[in-house]
């Protein structure tokens, strides 16, 4: 695990960590991981208290770059896409990662940001896997071209699960590539915890591959 703090933009700064295998070789996968709306701010230590981090810090192993920012506490995820990318693409750059397959995923307001992500970034992505999260459904058409798999407790009272189900139909509507798998019995943090434990999402982010990478839009080259 390695801790950064960097700046995103004007004035603004944005903590972040990287896990790597302790035997790092070029090439490897990138899993980019969007945390929920109680980890903000500047206390980067607060990233592993659920979730993706916890379980790299508790253990887990995966053979992959992991990358985790951390969204300051004045915005959300959707308020920064831009600085999310240039992060992604700065770490990706450093650690010389295989770029057709860097995959997104993120939990609550990280599903939300996962979502985002997507549909600003067409084509970038390698797979997709918002937890507990939601969007702008009409934008689907932009997500076609990237496998998506969606989980939501069932009994989740912070973001109903039909945020997520809008999507996915929205995605599948539009002739993409998309589930949503319902945790049966599961809250809103339980969902969370039980899609990354108890389900091979991570596994599965690591085995797609995207065979039509596309860096960055034209249009969106001076936000960066």
Request: some cysteine; overall charge negative; aromatic content about 10%.
């Amino acid at each position: 695990m390695k801790k950064y703090t960097t700046l995103v933009s004007d004035g603004a700064f944005m903590n972040y960590v990287v896990y790597t295998p302790e035997e790092m070789k070029k090439g490897l996968p990138m899993i980019v991981y969007l945390h929920g709306a109680g980890e903000r701010g500047n206390a980067v230590d607060h990233l592993s208290r659920r979730a993706v981090p916890y379980m790299l810090d508790n253990g887990l192993s995966l053979e992959a770059v992991v990358l985790c920012p951390q969204c300051p506490g004045h915005c959300v995820w959707d308020n920064i896409p831009f600085e999310v990318k240039k992060l992604i693409d700065e770490t990706a750059a450093k650690y010389e990662v295989d770029m057709t397959r860097l995959s997104i995923t993120g939990s609550s307001m990280g599903g939300f940001g996962t979502w985002t992500m997507g549909l600003n970034f067409p084509n970038f992505f390698s797979a997709m896997a918002p937890v507990a999260g939601g969007g702008m459904a009409w934008r689907a058409p932009n997500l076609i071209t990237t496998p998506i798999r969606a989980y939501h407790g069932e009994k989740d009272e912070a973001v109903p699960v039909i945020c997520s189900e809008m999507m996915v139909n929205a995605v599948n509507k539009a002739k993409g590539s998309a589930t949503l798998t319902v945790l049966p019995n599961w809250d809103h943090n339980g969902g969370i915890d039980a899609a990354y434990r108890d389900t091979d999402v991570l596994a599965w982010l690591l085995a797609q591959k995207r065979t039509d990478f596309t860096p960055v839009p034209e249009m969106f080259s001076k936000y960066f």
